[in-house]
Nanobody
């Protein structure tokens, strides 16, 4: 069974920083792309940043230059460094990974449980 466990959320003042982590565990053969999504109250879930297995990254326009996604393949972990945080960044953040297990023939999407990020003075 595969699990994604996030950590690092919390309350931070505008202009502050947080670092989110998401570790994959379980029976994993390979991890392809990994990503962070977020969902604010009353809004649809949106993709914040993604990173391929080779390290190529892409970002939501509103976070470019402030957020950085990275991964440690040996630790099966993806990170999201968030700087210059704004109140509009307040949301539940979810990690997502495309994972191949020994019992499947294709990569399947897995999701973490979510971690709350609140930006407020």
């Amino acid at each position: 069974q595969v699990q994604l466990v996030e950590s690092g959320g919390g309350l931070v003042q505008p202009g502050g920083s947080l670092r989110l982590s998401c570790a994959a565990s379980g029976s994993i053969k390979s991890i392809n792309a990994m990503a962070w999504y977020r969902q604010a109250p009353g809004k649809q879930r949106e993709r914040v940043a993604g990173i391929t297995s080779g390290g190529s990254t892409n970002y939501l326009d509103s976070v470019k230059g402030r957020f950085t996604i990275s991964r440690d393949n040996a630790k099966k972990t993806v990170y999201l460094q968030m700087n210059s945080l704004k109140p509009d960044d307040t949301a539940v953040y979810y990690c997502n990974a495309q994972i191949l297990t020994p019992t499947t023939l294709w990569y399947r999407d897995y999701w973490g449980q979510g971690t709350q990020v609140t930006v407020s003075s």
